[in-house]
């Protein structure tokens, strides 16, 4: 018998947000099972209290920093950030489904099971330091966000959305493991430093050789993060799916594989920054592109907001053309004020789009201001931060991208990047325009109040979102120290 | 905490009070507000009065973000002086002036205007360049709104033009922005300033020009100087009369405001050598703003377009780089404010009673209306720049400054002195004589109390501004005396003054 | 080259096998991106896995050490799951919409 | 070159008495269920209808090949293939015995020793789903379809607990050889109860051999789990189409997966060749005695005939046996023999299980036989792996 | 011998893969898959990957890929049907795949060195016992953490694909 392994308390400590996500998402599994329909309720406090429990756990965790289970996972700021950053998005998600799952009568565990297990393999994404546990964790996300993306499954839009997003998922998969297979064999580890170690030194294999695998993996990035040329399934995934699951998909898969792109470039790759950045330079500018020019063409709300997460993932990818630590900063700010109004803005279609979602066009929304004031003034305070308008988090998150760009002397790229979000201005506009300045068509359908959870879910994006805005030096301060060199 | 910061934050305090008292009382809470903000506003005179400070006043400087470091800088010189005033004394009147004339949706259409009011003041007082921005970006929204949603009938597209463009602007000049930062390691604008000045900081003149370009296209879009004006016409012609004074009025002053803040000490000598080109465009902007002005069957736009031709002037001043050419186009700035802002009003009352913009649509309203017509004759002559009427300083010191520069310009821009006198005249026969229409008659009114308030205060201030130029000029021409200084010395003194210093760090 | 009887009887290189992988991947990309059929395209994605894992296997012979193979035995098992929750995903769309055509899953649209 | 010929030589054995066998168990299966249902069974062709299998072959093979219009010809030739093929090749790495040192001889009795041998049964085992469902889509008849459809539910939902209750003898006994696994068994507690793995301890297997069984019976296909070719439901399932030698494939696999199926339980749960009690107390003399008891049976009805064939054919039965009874006595033969009919005892008896259990148990329907899988043999097989893996990790 | 034997399955890896790509009807193209699975496993066995090579048959061909076999069977999914808009395909697809493994094949012979040879039985870490101490020890995590992946596909095709029971 070969020498036992046996993991010391503290890396147990390191992985606790995943336990208790784990655990917490295996009890509603089983209280799926034994309890009564009426007793279902309880499955969102109970997902909130799980995935409370894991934000306390994964500052817990930061309390001892390090490595665990011989360098797999590595818990520091970064890590701890997009962990707690996911674990936020999920707790919002709870508050935001809970009513539209009753609402179209599928008030199952397993959709909060599958939340949990969704953020859990985020948050493993935000702290693996080692290329399979990275695979493994966006397996694990992605996974659990097909099923939800076709979770309503009599719905025809849900089941194709979920079709859509799981092939051309698993295809970028494919890409990506073809490109650790690649590293893997040239550098002969998958862990990010030795990696980094590997491509440094002197003996480092020909650069045509990581460069290719750097690009197969950068596919697989791509296609997670929603970059162009890979962005093909964002738009119908986001619109076919429920809108909770889109708001959920399009801030907390997308933040947590922002993470592994930003540690896996800037820590294993970063010897070779300068020959991947003009790749990232191309990418983040055609994303921009792509998203705001079809954003510009749609009439469906949801679909409009896809295009939208494709700019704005381009705008991040700015941030990690500029392979500083700056940037990586920027990112990760940037990414959590879009979180924020991302989400805000997709609960707030949520809530307006009412059973069976039939009311997601942007003509939808004609005179919300006159029916519910306060969504209209939240959704407004969204698409102002998408817009980047000062005194929102999407503001504040943009000056930091084009400002660590220009450090990296990108200045056509910021120069294109702000063209572009000027141009963005122009269809999150037409919402404001249809929400303030136009009528309602016809008597509209009585549009009910927004329960408590959904109130949670738009109001609290709406504070964060202004507080980004307003004081971004709390967040920024913690990624500036948390960045990667 | 200042008075400065006072006049800042009350409106923002007025805006989040208005959204939460009931919609009834919001009228006279409005009015009480801006009237408030005014009165304290005044008390800013009060180191002018007594003294003649160089440098800011009212400074307040206090961390806002700390990485990077962004500060809330606030200050007061002679510059904004007088537009921060002009600002919160058009907001009570265009408070008043919206009293009948918005009947839906008040309490919202006060709280912009609250809103709109503090992004203003924000911009005059930012010391600060990204405060400056964010101020800037702040009064787009609540001008977008009162556009769109209380505007007229092509209100929708009007308003998003107007954002559209002034965003496409800004977003270069946020870039410019943040590369200065990245250059200076400040955001303050008195430090940047100082490192220019001492040639601690110099641009190739090739950055420079494209550095002084991100922001001049910003504020000549603002302006807006004469390629970039076409938003201009619509968000006028469709906005409410509130929103067309505090647009005409304040608004546009942001640009030239801008230029002359930031565009000429900062960028001396892009500045400087793109003066031919800018002066250039800015007499065209005179001379077609006044010529399409003269063709616009719309009151409105006839106005919209007298301001394209007005602001002329005011860059124009500004790019001939004297003395008298700067104090002019200030002058001009505040004169343009007034006496547009109360042509618009005037407009406006024409409007609420005969609904409708067209000039054909009136004639002979001199008959029902002798009070509104007297009123509006001043107001005309104000703006055709009538000796002992404000304007007439204002172009009068700009023709001098730019013969000073370039005699040639002084030729083509007296043209629109004379265009302007045509248009508004014709204007004003036409709607004011002859024989009063069956719809003139029965609509038209004389001016009712309120109206009277509104208008009344403006009258007065052209008629001091025009006669007692000593109470608003030397705070202006002190400021602007220190801009052409840092102006006027070239990069290569500069450079020469840093090499001594270079020699003794060594 | 040595002459082929020598290369036929000897050992192969290495690098055959990573050609081969390499146009296993390619021939599955290709199926992914022209086979119309859900299910051809499902299985086009799995022969790309497949052609992953014997580049892991082919890199751990090259390298003296079985990381490789648990690496692909991760693979396998998320090839599992992938195929479990893909294939229940085909079955909805196919009780949605009675037909397997990429093509006619095409609703969602502006 | 010795070890080709050598394997050659095996492989040919193997075959042989693997066809034979699987020609006979059939014959044995008709005796079997004739005498549980109180009949006499084939008795026609041959002395006891011994020569039926022949007669079967013979029919099978001259049979007019059919070959139905509507099928898919390709899939339609491949299944049976592809049934047979994956049935027969598991036979290559099942140890009949221990080493055989005859003379120059020197080779284990086996066609090939993997040190994965028990993960090489799992893999064919799992492939030969593909001749069923294949034979059943091919056919394009619903009953073959739904047919193949059951047998790929079923084969995939009954591997789970196949495997998990191989795993926990396989903890056990640290090895995935089969012949590793069969010496890891030998020896005796208190010198006579064997260490076979269900009475081995820390936990004996017991409940993994009946899980094994169990799922023995619904991989191969057998009663009661024979949904897939339920006549009475499916007209025949999945072969309802086949004919002549194609139809004979589609047996021939059954039943030879059935001996592997056999062969494998032997080897993990009931030690393989190892005797049933040690060689001191007279395990050597067993088959001896057997066939001597067999020679006098044989010989006592000889010359007491119920039919008058009977004269000829039990004495010479009985001569036969007798001859067998001294060859085990032989010393060196006997060393070979001797694991040899341990081995086929046991696989023999566990045969015999299969054929009782088909004539005396009815069949399951099939959503009971899916819940059973589902909610009964695998929480039971995880439970059990889990307390096994426990009691190994703490011994 | 040993490229003997790697020509052979390599060459029917990619005859299935081919026909996996070619074939209009999908339990063709699942056949064919399972055929390239198989000749990989044996050239994992080649490779020195006993394990890994058993694990191919069990997990993918005996597994997942019956369960394609039966989702296929259940559809009773007819054969693709040509579409004209689709003519294109197969003439741009056919030199950009092999444009693609022609620049993969350049840059794999410049990567690996000639000196690289596969012998069979030369690698010996590829037997169960080493996977497990090595998977046990060095990546427990990840192991772990696939349990999660697990109980996501068990809960997504129950969640997906259960019948109502109303």
Redesign the interface.
Known sequence: MPASYFPAPAEYLRVLPEIVLTLFGVAILFFEAVLSEARKRIFPPLAAAGLGAALAGSILAYGSPGAAFHGMILVDGFATFFRVLVIVVGLLAVFASSEYLRRENHPGGEFYALILFSVAGQSVMASANELIVIFIGLEISSIASYILAGYLRDDPRNSEAALKYFLLGSFATAFLLYGVAWIYGLTGSTNLEAIRRALSGGGAPPLMLTGAAAALMFVGFGFKISAAPFQIWAPDVYQGAPAPVSAFLSVGPKAAAFAILIRTYQTAFGPVAGDWQPLVWACALATMVVGNFAAIQQSNIKRMLAYSSIAHAGYVLIAVAAASQIGAAAAMFYLAAYAFTNFGAFAVVTHVARKGERYVKIDDFAGLAQRQPAMAAMLTIFLLSLIGVPLTGGFCGKFYIFKAALDSNLVWLTVLGLLNSAVAAYYYLRVLVVMYMKDADGPAEPLPAAGTGMKLAVYGSAAATLLLGIFPGLVLEFASRAALK | MTLLDAVLFLPLIGFAALLLIPKQSSRGAALILSLLVFIVSLGLIGPYWFANPSGYVFTTDAVWINSPPIRYHVGLDGLSLWLVLLTTLLTPISVAVSWKYIDHRVKEFYAFLMLLEFGLIGVFVALDLFLFYVFWEICLVPMYFLIGIWGHERRIYAAVKFFLYTMAGSVLMLAAIIYLYNRAGTFDYVAILSQIETGRLAFPPRVEMLLFLAFFVSFAIKVPLFPLHTWLPDAHVEAPTAGSVMLASVMLKMGTYGLLRYCVPLFPDAARSSAPWVAALAITGIIYGALVALVQPNMKKLVAYSSVSHLGFVVLGIFSFTQQGLDGAVYQMLNHGISTGALFILVGYLYERRHSLEIAAYGGVATPAPNLSAVFLITTLASIGLPSLNNFVGEYLVLQGAAAAHFTWTAFAALGVILSACYMLWLYQRAFFGKASEGVAHHVYDLTGREWAAIVPLIALMVWMGTFTQSFLPPIRAQNARILESARRLKTERVQNLVPEAIRAR | MPPLPA??????????????S????????????????????????????????????????????????????????????????????????????QT??I?E????K? | MNFLILSLIKAAVVAFVLMTTLAYLQWIERKVIAHIQLRVGPRRVGPHGLLQPLADVIKLLTKEDLLPSHVNKVFYFLAPFIAVFFALIAISVIPFGTEVNLGPVHTAMQLTDLNIGVLFILGLSGMGVYGVALAGWASNNKYALLGGLRSSAQMISYELPTALAIAAPLLMLNTLSFRQLVEAQSGYYLGFIPRWTIFQGPVPQLVSFILFGIAAFAETNRVPFDLPEAENELVAGFHTEYSSMKFAAFFMAEYANMVTVSCVATLLFLGGWQPLWPAQYGSNFLPTAMFLAGAALCFYHGFHPARSFDRITLPAAGVVFLGIAVVFLIPPVAAVLLPLFWFAAKVGFILFVYIWVRGTLPRFRYDQLMRFAWTFMFPVAVANLFLTGLAVALS | MDSILFLIFAAIAVGCGLNLVLQTHPISSALSLVGVMGSLAVLYLLLGGEFIAMAQLIVYAGAIMVLFIFVIMLLNAGGERRGRKRLWAPWAGAPMVAAIIGIGAYLIQRAAPRTAEVTFGAFQHGNPSDIGTNLFENYVLPFEITSILILIAIVGAIVLARKEIE
């Open positions: 290369v036929i009887h000897g050992p192969a290189p290495l690098s055959w096998y990573l050609i081969l390499a146009v296993l991947f390619a021939l599955g990309a290709a199926g992914f991106l022209f086979r119309r059929n859900i299910i051809t395209v499902f299985m086009s994605i799995e022969l790309m896995l497949n052609a992953v894992n014997l580049s892991f296997i082919a890199f751990s012979y090259k390298l003296g050490r079985n990381d490789g193979h648990i690496f692909s035995f991760f693979v396998m098992v998320v090839a599992a799951a992938e195929a479990a929750v893909g294939l229940a995903i085909i079955l909805t769309v196919f009780k949605n919409r397997l055509e093509d899953v095409s609703s969602l502006n």
